[in-house]
C-alpha cells in the first residue's frame, strides 16, 4: 500500500517508467556507490574462493558447483538492475539456508545412520585401522637406529632406511629387502650418518615424507617387515590382521580368526558375533526412529520425558505470567509510593547471571548445607526425589523468568488508558470484573506471542535443567534418563555423555523435538491470529 | 553526479579486486606452511610448560612446536571430531582411559616404543596404554585418589575405615567439626572415588582375562562380593552411621575440609594447590580399607602424549612422543612447569626426593589399580553412580546393584 503511493507521489507527471525501489543503489549509482559494490562483490568472491579450495583438495565437486552457483547468483542479482526485489532478499535466504535449513537437512541426514563412537568414519579408514594396529613386534625382535635417506632426490626419491643393529652393522633397508653396507659412518649415536650413494634427509625432509613413511616397511618375511617409529628407531614387526577383499573379511593370522564384514551394521563380526572395534557408518534407514518409539524401555522414557517436558514449559509459563502479571498490577497502583525502587527490586534477578544463579539454586537445595532446609529446619532431600526435584526446577525458573514478564506486563498495562477503567467502574464493574473484562483482553494482545516465545524457549530450556539437577534424580532401573530430564538434555546426554556418543539417535531425537516445537508454534501462533482477529 | 558503469564493469572491477587481495596473501600464507611445525593440543594449565619444554625437540629438528590449550575434558570430543574433519593435531594430552575410544575410532597411531626407553617407564602405566596388547600413548604423569587429613584435627594416619570414622565421630561429638569424613558422593554417585571402599570390601567391576587384560564379558556388579561389598558401604550411608552423603558433592567436598568442618577429606592431586593456599595443616596418607578386609585399591589414571592418526607430521611426532616424552630432563621440565607425578620412573626418583607430597601421593596409590581403559567401561560409570548414590541414600542394596549390572550388561552387548 505504502509503497504504491509513495510510487505515484514520486511519478508525479511523469509518464511511463515507475522508478523502482532502491533509490540511488539500483540502476544508475554513484561513484561511492559503485566502488562499494565492487568492494563487497570482490569479499563475497574472495570468500567464495577461500571456500572453494579445501573443497578442491578434497576432491567434492558437489559442494564446488554449489559454492559457484551461489557466487554466481549473486553477481547476477546485483548486477542485473531487473531483480530489484531479490537484491533485498537474498542475504536472508542465503543466511537462512547456510544457518536454519542446512542444520535441520544434515541432522535429518544423520538421523538415519548409525554415526557413533566407533562408527564415525567409511569402511576404508576402518579397515586401515585395523590391519595399523595389529602391527607387533615379537618379543625380543631386532630394534635399529634408523636413518632415513634417499638414493635419488629428497622430495621424491625412493625412500631407504639405513639401519644399525644392536651390534653396530650397517644396513640399507629398501622395499626389496634388506642388505648390508659396507663403509657407512656411525655416530656416536649408533646412526648412520653418512654412506656412500645416499643422501641423508633432514629431518624436516623426513617430516614430509610422512605419508609414504607410514605405508613404507623393509620386507624381512611373510607379512613381516621392518617399519620406523619416530625419525631415530625402527622395529620390526608383523601385520597379524589382513583384509581380503574376495571373501570381505579380516583374516586374523595369529589366532585363525575370520571376521566377516557385516555391512547392514558396519562392522566385522566372527563366527561367535564378537566384533573388531574399528566399524564405520552406515544408513539404517528409520531404525533409530523405531528404536525411541517401540523399543519398551526408550519409548516409555521418551514418553515419560516429552510430557514432563510440556508440562514443565507449560507451568513455568504459566506461572511466569500469573506472577509477572500479579506483580506488574501491584506496582502499577498510582498511589503506591518507591514505586522505581520496588520495580528495580523486582527486575534484579532478570539482571543477575542465569548460569549462576542456577547453580547458587542447586545449592540452595543441598538436603544437609542448603538453605532451605536449614531455614525451614526440614531434612526434604529436595533434588534426590522425583516430585520435589521438578518442583525446585520449576520453583527457580519462576524466579528467574517472572522479571522479564513484570517488565512486559508493565510495558503493556501502561499503554491502556486508564479512563477505560474508570468508565468500567462507573458502569457499575468492580475491580475484578474491570480486570477481567476490560484490562486484561487488552493486555493479552500484547501478550500472547510473548507467552508463545516463553514456552517455546522454555520448552528446551537446557540450562535450567542441566545445572540444577543435570536431569536427575534417576533411578537404578533406568539411568539414561531422570525424572527433570527435558528432551534436549536427554538427547545432549545420549550424544554427548563421556560413554559412547550416539549422534544417529541423538539426531533421530533432536528431528523429534524439531517436528514437536514446530507444531506446537504453528498451533499456538494461528491462534493468537485468531484472537487478533477477534480484537 | 552521477555515474553509469556497466554491470559488467563492474563484475571485473569485483574480481580483479578478490584476485589482487588475494595474490597478496598468497606470498604470507607460503612462509607458514614451511614443512615442520608440530601442533600439540594440551590443556591451557600445561600448554605453556610443555611448549617451554619442547623447545630443545623444535630446535634439534628445525622446526616449530605450537601449543593450543583446550579444556581437558573437551580434548576428546574435539579430537575425535577434527579427526574425521581432518584438521586434527599432531599430538595431544589424554587421559590413559580413553585409549578404548580413541581406538576403536581408528583416530590415534600404536607406537613402538624402543626397549630401553620403555624400561625407564613405570610398567603399569604402559600397560594401562595399550589395547589389544598394542600400545598407543606415552604416559608422562600419573594421579590418584588419597586422604588428606588435618593434623590438628586428627595428628595420626588412620589404619583402617573404623578407625577414621572413630576418630571423626568424637571430633564430630565434641562439636569441633561438623563431618565425620568429606568423601563426594553427589546425588549421581562418584564411583571413582568409591572404588577405594568397593575394592576395599571385595567388590569388582570387570574381571581380568587369561592375558591380564580388561575383560567387559566379565560384569561383576551383580556378583554376591559386589553385593556385600556394597552392603558394607551402606553401613556408612545415609541409613547408617550418616558418614556417606550424597549432599557432599564435587561442588563442596573441599570447602568442608578447608574450613575445617570435616578432619579427613578424599582428595585428589588437583586439591593440593587450593589446601596450600587455604592454610590448613594437613598430610597425606593412603585412603584407609575396612578392617580384616583388602587394601584400599584407588583408581589410577595415567596421562599421556597421543599421535594422531592421519597426521601430516607422524614422523616428527612419532620422534617427540618416542624419544622426548620419555626423557628424563623433559619430564622434569614439565614438572616444573606443571607439578604432576611423573611415571618416568628416574623423574619420580627425583622428584619425591624433593617434594614429600609426591612420594605421598606414590604411596597411597601403591595399591592402586589402573583404570580400565576398555571403550566398555564409559558405560559402566552413569548406572554404577546412580546405584551407588541410592544405596548411600538407603535403597535395598541387590535389587540397586542387580539393576545396574543389567543396565550396563544390556548396553555392552548391543
Known amino acids: 500500500m505504502a509503497f504504491e503511493k509513495n510510487a505515484g507521489a514520486s511519478s508525479r507527471g511523469a509518464p511511463a517508467r515507475t522508478p523502482l525501489p532502491g533509490g540511488r543503489f539500483a540502476g544508475n549509482g554513484s561513484l561511492g556507490g559503485q566502488l562499494v559494490k565492487i568492494a563487497l562483490l570482490g569479499l563475497f568472491t574472495a570468500l567464495g574462493v577461500w571456500a572453494v579450495l579445501p573443497l578442491y583438495v578434497a576432491g567434492n565437486w558437489w559442494g564446488i558447483g554449489l559454492v559457484v552457483a551461489v557466487v554466481g547468483l549473486v553477481y547476477w542479482v546485483y548486477l542485473s538492475k531487473r531483480t530489484v526485489p531479490a537484491k533485498y532478499l537474498l542475504p536472508g535466504v542465503l543466511f537462512l539456508a547456510a544457518f536454519q535449513v542446512l542444520p535441520v537437512l544434515y541432522t535429518m541426514s544423520t538421523s538415519v545412520t548409525n554415526l557413533s563412537d566407533g562408527h564415525r568414519g567409511g569402511k576404508e579408514q576402518a579397515i586401515a585401522s585395523i590391519e595399523a594396529y595389529s602391527v607387533t613386534s615379537a618379543e625380543g625382535a631386532e630394534e635399529y637406529a634408523l636413518t632415513v635417506a634417499t638414493t635419488g632426490s629428497p622430495e621424491s626419491g625412493d625412500l631407504v632406511f639405513l639401519l644399525t643393529d644392536s651390534e653396530g652393522r650397517a644396513y640399507a633397508g629398501t622395499e626389496e629387502g634388506l642388505t648390508g653396507i659396507d663403509g657407512a659412518t656411525v655416530g656416536p649415536s649408533g646412526r648412520v650418518t653418512e654412506a656412500f650413494g645416499y643422501t641423508i634427509l633432514s629431518p624436516t625432509e623426513v617430516n614430509a615424507r610422512s605419508d609414504e613413511l607410514q605405508e613404507f616397511a623393509v620386507p624381512t618375511g611373510e607379512g613381516t617387515g621392518i617399519r620406523s617409529s619416530g625419525l631415530s628407531t625402527a622395529f620390526e614387526g608383523t601385520a597379524t590382521r589382513v583384509y581380503d577383499a574376495g571373501c570381505d573379511c579380516v583374516t586374523d593370522s595369529e589366532t585363525g580368526v575370520v571376521y566377516h564384514a557385516d ?160 468508565a468500567a467502574q462507573i458502569d457499575g464493574a468492580g475491580p475484578w470484573q474491570s480486570f477481567r473484562h476490560v484490562t486484561l483482553p487488552l493486555l493479552m494482545v500484547a501478550m500472547t506471542p510473548i507467552l508463545v516465545s516463553t514456552f517455546a524457549f522454555n520448552f528446551n530450556n537446557f540450562n535450567a535443567v542441566w545445572l540444577i539437577t543435570s536431569g536427575g534424580p534417576f533411578s537404578p532401573d533406568n539411568p539414561t534418563a531422570g525424572a527433570t530430564d527435558l528432551l534436549i538434555t536427554y538427547t545432549y546426554r545420549l550424544a554427548f555423555n563421556e560413554a559412547t556418543a550416539q549422534y544417529g539417535y541423538a539426531a533421530a531425537l533432536s528431528v523429534m523435538i524439531f517436528l514437536i516445537v514446530s507444531v506446537m508454534s504453528v498451533v499456538s501462533l494461528g491462534r493468537s491470529k485468531a484472537l487478533k482477529e477477534v480484537d | 553526479m552521477r555515474f553509469r558503469i556497466a554491470p559488467a564493469v563492474t563484475g571485473i572491477a569485483a574480481i580483479a579486486l578478490m584476485a589482487t587481495a588475494c595474490g597478496g596473501g598468497a606470498d604470507e600464507g607460503g612462509e607458514n606452511t614451511s614443512q615442520g611445525s608440530l601442533l600439540i593440543w594440551s590443556d591451557p594449565e600445561r600448554a605453556d610448560a610443555i611448549k617451554a619444554a619442547a623447545a630443545e625437540f623444535a630446535e634439534t629438528n628445525g622446526i616449530e612446536v605450537e601449543v593450543q590449550g583446550l579444556s581437558f575434558g573437551d580434548i576428546q570430543g574435539d579430537l575425535l571430531n577434527a579427526h574425521q574433519a581432518g584438521n586434527a593435531p599432531d599430538v ?117 582375562d587369561d592375558q591380564g587384560d580388561w575383560d567387559p564379558t566379565d560384569l561383576g556388579l551383580g556378583s ?191
Open chain 1, 263 to 422: 555391512n547392514e551394521r558396519g562392522a566385522f563380526y566372527d563366527e561367535d558375533g564378537q566384533r573388531l572395534a574399528q566399524g564405520w557408518q552406515v544408513n539404517v534407514g528409520f531404525e533409530n526412529f523405531a528404536h525411541f518409539l517401540f523399543n519398551p524401555t526408550f519409548a516409555s522414557s521418551f514418553f515419560t520425558i516429552l510430557l514432563w517436558n510440556i508440562a514443565f514449559a507449560f507451568s513455568v509459563t504459566f506461572l511466569v505470567f500469573v506472577v509477572g502479571l500479579a506483580v506488574a498490577l501491584v506496582l502499577h497502583t498510582p498511589k503506591l509510593r518507591g514505586r522505581i525502587a520496588y520495580r528495580v527490586l523486582v527486575v534484579l534477578p532478570y539482571a543477575m547471571s542465569s548460569l549462576a544463579m542456577f547453580l547458587l539454586w542447586r545449592d540452595m537445595f543441598n538436603t544437609d548445607f542448603g538453605l532451605f532446609n536449614r531455614i525451614l529446619g526440614l531434612e526434604v532431600d529436595w533434588l534426590g526425589d522425583p516430585w520435589t526435584a521438578r518442583a525446585a526446577v520449576i520453583l527457580a525458573n519462576v524466579w528467574l523468568g517472572y522479571p522479564y514478564m513484570f517488565l512486559v506486563a508493565t510495558g503493556a498495562l501502561q499503554a491502556i488508558p486508564r479512563e477505560l477503567g474508570q
Open chain 2, 92 to 208: 595431544f594430552i589424554g587421559a590413559h582411559d580413553w585409549t578404548g575410544n580413541l581406538v576403536r575410532n581408528g583416530a590415534v597411531q600404536p607406537i613402538e616404543l624402543p626397549q630401553d626407553r620403555a624400561s625407564g617407564l613405570d610398567e603399569t602405566a604402559l600397560e594401562a596404554l595399550q589395547y589389544d596388547g598394542q600400545l598407543f600413548g606415552v604416559p608422562y604423569s600419573q594421579e590418584n585418589i588419597f586422604l588428606m587429613r588435618n593434623t590438628d584435627l586428627a595428628p595420626e594416619a588412620p589404619e583402617t575405615f573404623e578407625e577414621m570414622v572413630e576418630v571423626g565421630t568424637e571430633l564430630k561429638e565434641s562439636g569441633e567439626t561438623s563431618e565425620v569424613l568429606s568423601m563426594a558422593v553427589g546425588q549421581e554417585g562418584d564411583p571413582y572415588r568409591m572404588q577405594a571402599l568397593f575394592s576395599s570390601a571385595g567388590g569388582y567391576l570387570f574381571g581380568r
Open chain 2, 224 to 414: 554376591d562380593e559386589s553385593i556385600a561389598a556394597m552392603e558394607k558401604v551402606a553401613e556408612y550411608g545415609e541409613a547408617g552411621e550418616g558418614v556417606l552423603r550424597r549432599s557432599i558433592s564435587t561442588d563442596n567436598d573441599a570447602a568442608l575440609f578447608y574450613e575445617g568442618d570435616a578432619p579427613f577429606f578424599v582428595a585428589g592431586p588437583w586439591n593440593i594447590a587450593d589446601a596450600n593456599e587455604a592454610g590448613v595443616e594437613y598430610e597425606i596418607s593412603a585412603i584407609p580399607g575396612f578392617e580384616g578386609e583388602e587394601p584400599a585399591s584407588p583408581y589410577i589414571g595415567y596421562q599421556a602424549f597421543f599421535v594422531t592418526e592421519g597426521s601430516d607430521n607422524s614422523a616428527l611426532a612419532q620422534e617427540f612422543v618416542t624419544n622426548y616424552v620419555t626423557d628424563t630432563e623433559f619430564v622434569l621440565s614439565l614438572y616444573e612447569a606443571d607439578p604432576r607425578m611423573p611415571v618416568q620412573t628416574e623423574a619420580l626418583e627425583s622428584v619425591s626426593a624433593d617434594d614429600p607430597n609426591v612420594a605421598a601421593i606414590a604411596e597411597a596409590g601403591a595399591e592402586g589399580t589402573p583404570m580400565p581403559s576398555i571403550p566398555e567401561m564409559g558405560e559402566t560409570w552413569e548406572p554404577l553412580g546412580i546405584a551407588q548414590a541410592a544405596i548411600i541414600g538407603g535403597t535395598d542394596v541387590r535389587e540397586a546393584m542387580e539393576s545396574a549390572h543389567d543396565t550396563i550388561a544390556s548396553q555392552i552387548g548391543e
